[in-house]
């Protein structure tokens, strides 16, 4: 039996979505590697399989657990203008990163999406405002950028997640280093493994929420002083 199709996404906010998930976005998310190249020089990541699992846990274990459990209640609190929300969202990323490499990330990604949006047709200009009073974190500002589309939030939790993987792919071959083929395989697995952390992470509350990757933070530690690295995280 046919199902009637879903309604399509109209096409300016699916091409805002790839838009928003693309390397191209100027926001120097290629320049951070989270911790992956300080685990390929103390951890053993050596190999594409391994590679491959580390960022499949890392998109589990931090990703769904944090970010986009913030990004899936920060869309829908900028559409409904509840600031305080969004205040509240945003000091959670900013205590809970572990490393001043981490924030740091967190801090400059936020501005530069800003910077972006300040010069984007269609922005709400109020609440471009009010994400600058609150130094945004990147996932704050994402979920801004996001909320003016006609997307669920699930479709912002899918480009986002993806943009991510993209990011971790290319440092991974740089960092490994890895071929091109391999960085393609890397991307389907972290591709089947998006969907189901999404899902996950849209049925987390403020309360159960983690930030807990200790291993994670003790490898961002050290990249802090390795003495030869390529990436700014």
Known sequence: MLTQPAEPLPAPSLLQLIWLASPALPVGGFSYSEGLEAAVERSGV???????????????LTLARGDLAVIAQAI?????????????????????RETSELRLQAEQMGRSLLDWLRNHDGA???????????QPTYPVAFALAASQTAAGVRDCLLAYAF?????????????????????????????????PAVEAAMQLSDGERQAFSPMLAIL??????QYSRLFRS
């Open 163 to 195: 943009g991510w993987a993209e990011n971790m792919m290319q440092a991974a071959l740089k960092s490994v280093p890895l071929g091109q083929s391999a960085g393609q395989r890397m991307l389907a697995q972290l591709s089947r493994d998006i969907p």
């Open 220 to 225: 961002s530690s050290q990249h802090e002083t």
């Open 46 to 60: 050596a190999t594409e399989s391994i590679a491959s699992n580390w960022l499949s846990d890392q998109l589990q």
């Open 124 to 134: 709400n200009a109020e609440h471009i405002e009010a994400c600058a009073r609150l």
């Open 76 to 96: 829908p609190a900028w559409r409904e203008g509840d600031l305080l929300h969004v205040r509240q969202l945003n000091d959670w990323v900013l205590h809970t």
